[in-house]
């Protein structure tokens, strides 16, 4: 397949085009700056130039293309606040390539979260909670989960679209996210911390084992499809500290919820949440078997703190 990818030069991109391209695809990767460009290149793909607000240019790589893989997302804005922007920025893209696909059975994967489900691991069944008052507000588990089920419902419009909900934690060397963070946070106060008893559990998986499931997505998912790249259903956070704390020789520490906030700051929600997710139907479907280290072994080999 021609396929078209957006975001094609970010964390969890710069895995797929190698993976697609492995497989025997060619690929058109979206690009916003020379820098992108020129690692597409290097990585054998072609290059559309253009950002997610470049709608003419979605419209015209999505029509040109035998199916598309949409991983982009204003992560820049999103984390200074605005995360209502991006959300709105990221479903004007998914309807326009909806549209340049509708009637053509093309498939068409985007990327989600997994859902944040309280006493509860999250499945693929589970809903993607749109919650049109939250996503109003710029909620980020409401304004994605409205978006992925708009491209759900592409299904009915003649598009074999599927939605791969990541786990909250892509873990590989090269890494930015939020174990960084973690980390970061924990050279800077001289203590690597959990929350209250850290039992609170984060489902993870390596980028590259993500990466072939989106791969698996474009080419088998029918229509219509939630699908959990998660390879480890639930880590408690305390672990992820003890491992961090181990790493760079700091005492590991319970900070009581009262002052998550002070001590964690933006992380502070996050690191509270119960994020375990269960990926037992994808694997089911799709024959998708994560081969990857896990995140403690791959922390533990220690390119995380250098």
């Known amino acids: 397949m021609r396929v078209f990818v957006t975001g094609a030069s970010g964390w ?83 309807e326009v390539i909806g549209e340049a696909l509708a009637g053509s059975d093309r498939p068409f994967t985007i990327a989600s979260g997994t859902p944040v ?33 708009l491209a759900l419902s592409l299904a009915a419009r003649g598009v074999r679209s599927s939605v791969v909900r990541l786990a909250p934690t892509n873990h590989g060397k090269g890494d930015n996210g939020f174990v960084p963070a973690l980390i970061a946070i924990a050279r800077e106060k001289g203590v690597s911390g959990y929350i209250d008893d850290g039992g609170n559990r984060w489902s993870a998986a390596h980028r590259l084992d993500s990466a072939r499931l989106f791969r698996l997505a474009l080419e088998h998912a029918p229509a219509g499809s939630t699908l959990h790249a998660v390879a480890e259903e639930g880590l408690p956070v305390r672990e992820i500290a003890e491992v961090i704390g181990r790493q760079l020789d700091l005492p590991v520490v319970s900070v009581p919820a ?49």
């Open 117 to 149: 489900i309280p006493g509860h691991v999250a499945t693929e069944r589970d809903g993607h909670d749109p919650d049109p008052a939250a996503a109003a507000r710029g909620d980020a588990q409401h304004v994605r989960g409205a978006t992925a089920e």
């Open 258 to 306: 009262a002052e998550a906030g002070s001590h964690f700051t933006w992380l502070a929600g996050p690191f509270a949440d119960n994020r375990a997710a269960s990926s037992t139907l994808t694997r089911e479907l799709l024959g998708w078997e994560p081969v990857q280290p896990g995140l403690v072994e791959d922390l533990e080999q220690g390119h995380y703190f250098k």
């Open 12 to 94: 969890i991109g710069s895995a797929v085009v190698p993976e697609l391209i492995g497989a025997g695809h060619r690929v058109v990767g979206l690009a916003r700056s020379d820098a992108s460009a020129e690692a597409l290149t290097a990585a054998g793909a072609e290059v559309v130039r253009g950002t997610l607000d470049d709608l003419d240019a979605l419209r015209g790589a999505a029509a040109d293309a035998d199916g598309v893989v949409h991983l982009a997302f204003k992560h820049d804005i999103a984390f200074s606040g605005d995360f209502k922007g991006a959300g709105e920025a990221d479903r004007r893209a998914v």
